[in-house]
């Protein structure tokens, strides 16, 4: 089962393409005005890299410290919300 994680911490976003326990590819992300161009390309990156189409994804889980709202709250769950099938 493949997982996507995005763990936010105060300045910084990482991304983690997990599975199961183990961590296959990640993007390291800073919290900036282009974050959600930043974080598109992140993803698309990592997806192609590894050759999965976003339909094999089972989950996305976001952690650490998300304030819903401030913009980059809002755009990590607008992605979530894009991802989900």
């Known amino acids: 089962m493949l997982n ?4 936010q911490n105060q300045n910084n ?10 961590t296959i590819d990640h993007e390291s992300l800073t919290i900036a005005r282009n974050l959600d161009t930043l974080l598109i390309i992140a993803l698309d990156n990592i997806l192609s890299r590894n050759t999965i189409d976003k339909l094999l994804l089972r989950v996305l889980r976001i952690q650490g410290k998300v304030r819903e709202k401030t913009v980059s709250g809002m755009i990590i ?9």
């Open 4 to 7: 996507l994680v995005i763990i």
């Open 13 to 22: 976003l990482t991304i983690n393409l997990k599975q199961g326990k183990k």
């Open 77 to 85: 769950k607008t992605v979530k919300a894009g991802l989900r099938v």
